[in-house]
């Protein structure tokens, strides 16, 4: 089992940054590859990035060049470094894990969600 742990939400104004974390315990081991998804209210959940766990990384066409992810393999921790935010990013972004090796991952594992709240 693997046990995911999201960090770093909050409200931030338009074109303001923030970077979320994701802590992974357990079976880490296992774990090949990483994803952030989000969604906003009323909509379904969406793929955002991922990372594999040798490095290769993948992102959604809306936020390519404003997102990036990330990851310490040897803290088991993931990232999302989010630039020129806009209220179309408003959502709970969630971290995904699994053992399959592809950045568009919808693994087994996820966490809790952090919400992300951008004004305008």
């Known amino acids: 089992q693997v046990q995911l742990v999201e960090s770093g939400g909050g409200l931030v104004q338009s074109g303001g940054s923030l970077k979320l974390s994701c802590a992974a315990s357990g079976s880490t081991d296992s774990i090949s590859a990483m994803a952030w998804y989000r969604q906003a209210p009323g909509k379904e959940r969406e793929w955002v990035a991922g990372i594999t766990r040798g490095g290769s990384t993948n992102y959604l066409a809306s936020v390519r060049g404003r997102f990036t992810i990330s990851r310490d393999n040897g803290k088991n921790t993931m990232y999302l470094q989010m630039n020129s935010l806009t209220p179309e990013d408003t959502a709970v972004y969630y971290c995904?894990?699994?053992?399959?090796?592809?950045?568009?991952?919808?693994?087994?594992?996820w966490g809790q969600g952090t919400q992300v709240t951008v004004s305008s």
């Open positions: 995904n894990a699994g053992t399959a090796w592809a950045t568009t991952i919808r693994g087994k594992y």
